[in-house]
């Protein structure tokens, strides 16, 4: 049965943050401590939606000897969970979080290759759950043994059901994606990434601004450059505003908030909110996730009263 929003999480991952008083390389870290909870770019998502107060559908791949984390989740947010289980683990991807700098270093497993049936059922899932107004969020990497074009094959397939799709990924999955006859509706690249598929720096907003401009001119409705600590641009064919994060007490954590800003993207096409509105809502759901540790937002009240904060900025 369709639902108002979709989230697809091919090679999810089990985030363990261990804190550190300062990160020395190659040399002997004395742990503050670790947590441990279930991610990945579309579980981070779908949690951010539920926390919003909205139906959401978590489709995937999880494996099925570690999925008691997904399925607490799952149960705790009220997400609705279509995921398939597969053999063995979902993958554990190890963050290292610097006190002294307030830096992230990820180190990011690569997953498991699942069987072809897997693929089938859990696409199979997705494809029941996306109907015509359907917001649906493709995010994250690709396991192993699937194919570049796996995102841009399905961007073609919602669309003909009807559904907005909004793209997070990198590397040759984002680029088969933009180069694909059908383009999503929405892309949320950060700036290494926009640079990486541009082919050369962007060592400015101008250039930045270009490149966005470009695919908006191409097809994509809405192209959001994520700036970290300098906010994000939001650029569609005929506008283009920048929203710059709010002054908020020290950040638990950075970590996922990127998937924070694609909910509020996903929340704001489902609203049909004008640009403007949009970006301070998905600037918003970012800054408030800047609150947790873990994906989730503070409240919806909490939400909305630093998106009203906010304001974005008419860029040329």
């Not at 007490?249 to 049909?272: C, K, Q």
Request: glycine share 10%; with cysteine.
């Amino acid at each position: 049965m369709a639902t108002p929003f979709v989230t697809l999480s091919l090679n999810p991952a089990i985030d363990q943050t261990v804190e550190l008083d300062a990160l020395r390389p190659g040399a002997v870290n004395l742990a503050r401590g670790a947590t441990r909870h279930p991610a990945g770019k579309g579980v981070n998502v779908a949690a951010c939606l539920a926390d919003w107060g909205v139906p959401v559908t978590a489709t995937g791949l999880l494996g099925e000897a570690n999925d008691a984390p997904y399925r607490a989740l799952f149960a705790e947010r009220g997400i609705k969970d279509c995921c398939v289980r597969i053999p063995g683990e979902t993958r554990t991807n190890v963050k290292l979080l610097d006190r002294a700098t307030g830096a992230t270093t990820d180190i990011n497993l690569p997953g498991t290759e699942p069987a072809p049936v897997a693929l089938e059922e859990a696409l199979a899932a997705l494809h029941v759950a996306v109907g015509k107004g359907t917001v649906a969020v493709l995010a994250g990497s690709l396991p192993p043994g699937l194919a570049a074009e796996t995102y841009a094959d399905l961007v073609g397939l919602l669309t003909e059901q009807g559904a907005r799709v909004v793209v997070d990924a990198s590397g040759p999955a984002l680029a088969a994606v933009l180069e694909a006859p059908v383009l999503p509706h929405a892309v949320k690249p950060n700036r290494h990434e926009l640079e990486a598929w541009a082919g050369r720096p962007l060592p400015d907003r101008a250039a930045k601004l270009d490149v966005a401009r470009s695919l908006a001119g191409r097809g994509v409705r809405l192209v959001v450059v994520s700036l970290g600590a300098e906010g994000a641009l939001f650029v569609t064919a005929g506008e283009a505003v920048m929203v710059r994060p709010p002054v908020l007490p020290a950040a638990a954590s950075s970590v996922g908030a990127g998937d924070a800003m694609v909910a509020g993207i996903a929340t704001g096409l489902a609203d049909a909110l004008p640009l403007a509105a949009l970006a301070c809502r998905a600037a918003g759901f970012a800054a408030a996730k800047l609150q947790k540790t873990e994906a989730q937002l503070p409240g919806r009240a909490a939400v909305e009263a630093i998106a009203a904060s906010l304001a974005a900025e008419p860029v040329a």
